[in-house]
């Protein structure tokens, strides 16, 4: 059973653009909701996290938008650049259960 | 100096074999973790432990069996290894003091069974 379902699977935007990935989630005592960020040959690293208390949060270029009632939550890349080409996987956990549950995964490419 | 150390970062062998993992973390966490990553780069927990305490066992089949030496280190072992075993291996370390908190992954062990 796929807790956390993440769209696109892939994603192609042209330098400058807006890269948005979605996730949506079916578990309501999910409470913590991170975008992790994964180069090639590496581990994924957290890119920015949010809870349920708040609808948006944003570090430099990086935004999560998050809708409660949809069970939805989503980041957004704002002036994309080549070097954000990675594989982003949004993720969901509650408090108590000490397991972070990963989406799919989307492979970002930002084009020159 | 590495957060998050695994060895090796290759393996190549045959059906049938069992191979090791070692996973070490000098960030002073007690919480560590296997995920596995498939070919489709899905990323999927196998074990979680807590001060050498296994607290999560995912359906995972038995050929696995990590062990915790101490909380700074977690091996992953397999047994009879089969070509659906073939993935990159995670390991990921956490402090579990308050309700969540950022995990730090090891650059990982790819598995390639033949």
């Known amino acids: 059973q796929q807790q956390v379902k993440q769209s696109p699977q892939s994603l192609i935007v042209q330098k400058g653009g807006i890269s948005i990935i979605n996730c949506a989630y079916e578990?309501?005592?999910?409470?913590?909701f991170p975008w992790y960020q994964q180069f090639p040959g590496k581990g994924p690293a957290l890119l920015i996290a949010i809870r349920p208390d708040v609808s948006e949060k944003k570090e430099g270029r990086f935004t999560i938008s998050f809708n409660k009632s949809a069970k939805q939550f989503s980041l957004h890349i704002m002036d994309s650049q080549p070097g954000d080409s990675a594989t982003y996987f949004c993720a969901a956990e509650t408090g108590t259960a000490s397991k972070l549950t990963f989406g799919t995964g989307t492979r970002l490419q930002v084009t020159l | 100096d590495t957060a998050v150390s695994q060895t090796p970062k290759y393996l190549v062998t045959q059906m049938g074999n069992d191979k090791s993992i070692k996973c070490e973390q000098n960030l002073g966490h007690d919480t560590m973790y296997w995920y596995k990553q498939d070919s489709k780069k899905f990323l999927k927990i196998m074990f979680s432990?807590?001060?050498?305490?296994?607290?999560i066992n995912e359906t995972v089949p038995n050929r696995f069996s990590p062990k915790s030496p101490d909380k700074a280190h977690l091996n992953l072992h397999i047994n009879s290894l089969e070509l659906g075993d073939s993935a990159v291996y995670f390991c990921a370390s956490r402090y579990s003091g308050g309700a969540t908190g950022e995990l730090f992954f090891g650059e990982g062990s790819r598995l390639t069974v033949l």
């Open positions: 578990n309501t005592a999910f409470d913590y």
């Open positions: 432990y807590n001060n050498k305490e296994l607290i």
